[in-house]
């Protein structure tokens, strides 16, 4: 168990609304990512964190933003929520007693449904 | 930039059958690899993971994978499939002049057993 927390698990909003998803981590971890799963497309990268207010873009990060104010916590953040956002947003961290290796660990992920 | 292909979406075998799932990477050197396991409505779960040495690794739940450099794959393999191992099943890459920090996912082999 990496402690890592997702919230909310579950979220329907409409179309142009803020949504700010959360992933809280309990074991002090430097590198935390945000991912969305998509049928076909696996797990594509949106946003990772390297440390306090390091942050830095994946491969699909447009219409999202992400901060990290401590360690503990990485915001996802939707400014205007479109229906192509609908997804599983999933949050993992990188263990660093595992050295440079790369092994992430998941969180449960978070469904969101924009109408 | 690296890729993955799973180019199987779907595969069903019987249970006490062999499994193997095939997975392509592109990447210019020697990649860090990894399957995943995803139960319905759970986070990922690491099977398995490659770094350097022996080429045939270990994992959990009795599976097992094969690097081939030549081929570019990183095939997963378990000779007696089990009606718990009905899933959904991930093949990732880090790149190691990143340092593995962010891994590329392929589309995903979901797994079903038949009794």
């Known amino acids: 168990d990496a402690g890592i927390t997702q919230s909310p698990r579950h979220k329907v909003t409409e179309t142009g609304t803020p949504v700010t998803l959360r992933c809280h981590q309990t074991?002090?971890?430097?590198?935390m990512y945000w991912y969305r799963q998509d049928p076909g497309h696996g797990l594509r990268l949106i946003h990772y964190?390297?440390?306090?207010?390091?942050?830095d873009k994946g491969e699909v990060s447009d219409g999202y933003s992400v901060s990290r104010s401590k360690t503990e916590d990485f915001l996802l953040t939707l400014e205007s929520a479109t229906s192509s956002q609908t997804s599983v947003y999933f949050c993992?961290?990188?263990?660093?007693?595992?050295?440079?290796?790369?092994?992430?660990?998941f969180g449960e992920g978070s469904r969101l449904t924009v109408l | 930039a690296q890729s993955v292909t799973q180019p199987d979406i779907h595969i069903t075998v019987s249970e006490g059958a062999s499994l193997e799932l095939r997975c392509n990477y592109s990447?210019?050197?020697?990649?860090?690899l990894f399957w995943y396991v995803q139960s319905p409505g759970q986070g990922l779960q690491l099977l398995l993971k490659?770094?350097?040495?022996?080429?045939l690794v270990q994992g959990i739940k009795g599976f097992e994978a094969e690097f081939k450099r030549s081929q570019s794959s990183f095939n997963l393999r378990k000779p007696s499939v089990h009606w718990s191992d009905a899933a959904e099943y991930f093949c990732?890459?880090?790149?190691?002049?990143?340092?593995?920090?962010?891994?590329?996912f392929g589309g995903g082999t979901r797994l079903m057993v038949k009794p």
């Open positions: 993992a961290i990188r263990d660093r007693d595992r050295g440079n290796t790369g092994e992430l660990f």
């Open positions: 074991e002090n971890h430097r590198y």
């Open positions: 964190s390297y440390g306090v207010k390091d942050t």
């Open positions: 990447y210019g050197a020697t990649p860090y």
């Open positions: 490659y770094f350097s040495g022996d080429t």
């Open positions: 990732a890459v880090g790149a190691r002049d990143n340092a593995g920090n962010m891994l590329t």
